[in-house]
């Protein structure tokens, strides 16, 4: 079975063919970065419309590259939430259209299920049962996963997700949009010793995190410091600061994963989402899961950020077992994974 994947949840506009016993056929993702700069953030109704512009195309070319045509999908996977309500409906209403049209089954896809199998993508994929590190723009989470669609929440993040505090502190530090890359990339000129930040509840038990006051203490350090500097020690102080809260971020994952693995049983770590990407917070997995004797399992890089692949991917799961919906197509802007029934 060959399934179209189409992610429009945010301010990516992704599309993929995946097929059953081939794996990812085409994939494409294109970036509204540059069309939110100005902003210093998404802006819904733009990166909406940005969507309606680039959606069709792309999954015509999509298909042309593949050497496929409608005929040849058997049906079509689209993000229903959690999102931006807006660009959700492009999506949805694009997809189902398409299913309509091609005679062939569609499914709403839960966003974070999508990141949360795209390691399943890769040619080694993890065994069930894994505990997952879900670390996006707008989600932290750790998550035991028994199989698709089995799912137990252990904790998550009670305010800031870890991508969204990257973003804001990056504001903070008068840093480019998108922040958080901006950030990690400054952070790699920074002076570990400098400072040492907050690890926020660390010092108690339990899975949950918060992440917003890191960025308070990061621009209080940066208004204390800052003052009577010339341009050359404020460049070193921005990226003392910006490594100093990487390294505070790192280690606060990095604590709830070890507590998430000893309290599950489990000896395989998944890290997905958006911020699975970044370099320092691989690395300190990666020697976690060797002193443990354990693995550390990621997807590629370009499969971190939103993509068509993952939702190709677990719409496939979910197809092929016959899960479908009516013709009428609803949304979820907020949407709780652990609903999800299981296959």
Not at 63 to 78: H, R, T
Not at 203 to 214: I, M, T
Not at 293 to 308: I, K, M, Q, S
Request: proline share 6%.
């Amino acid at each position: 079975m060959r399934v179209l994947g189409i992610e429009t949840s945010c301010d990516e506009t992704g599309v993929a063919v995946y097929e059953g016993g081939r794996g990812l056929l085409a994939h494409a993702v294109y970036s509204q970065v540059a069309l939110h700069a100005d902003y210093g953030g998404v802006v819904p109704e733009l990166a909406s419309r940005d969507h309606v512009r680039k959606l069709a195309p792309m999954v015509a070319r999509l298909l042309e590259e593949a050497g496929l045509s409608g005929a040849d999908i058997g049906g079509v996977a689209y993000t229903a939430g959690p999102g931006l309500a807006g660009a959700l409906l492009v999506g949805a209403a694009f997809g189902r259209s398409l299913a309509w049209g091609w005679g062939v089954p569609a499914l709403g896809v839960h966003h974070m299920e999508g990141h949360l199998l795209a390691p399943l993508l890769e040619p080694d994929p993890p065994a069930f049962p894994f505990v997952a590190l879900l670390v996006s723009g707008g989600h932290t989470q750790l998550v035991l996963v028994e199989a698709v669609g089995r799912y137990r929440l252990l904790g998550e993040s009670i305010d800031d997700a870890a991508g969204e505090a990257f973003d804001k502190t990056a504001k903070l530090l008068g840093l480019d949009y998108p922040g958080g890359p901006a950030l990690a990339a400054l952070a790699e000129r920074g002076d570990p010793e400098r400072f040492r930040f907050p690890r926020p509840m660390t010092d108690r038990p339990g899975l949950e995190f918060s992440f917003s006051g890191l960025k308070t203490y990061a621009l209080t350090t940066w208004q204390q410091q800052a003052r009577g500097l010339d341009a050359a020690e404020r460049e070193r102080l921005r990226a003392d600061i910006a490594r100093a809260f990487e390294d505070a971020v790192v280690d606060t994952l990095l604590i709830k994963c070890r507590r998430a693995l000893e309290e599950s049983g489990c000896d395989t770590l998944v890290l997905a989402g958006g911020v699975s990407a970044n370099r320092r917070l691989r690395a300190a997995v990666d020697a976690l899961m060797a002193q443990r004797g354990g693995r550390a399992c990621y997807p590629r890089p370009e499969l971190c950020t939103d993509n068509g692949a993952m939702i190709a991917y677990a719409g496939w799961q979910r197809l092929r077992a016959g899960q479908s919906e009516p013709p009428a197509f609803d949304i979820h802007p907020r949407w709780d994974m652990t609903g999800l029934p299981s296959l």
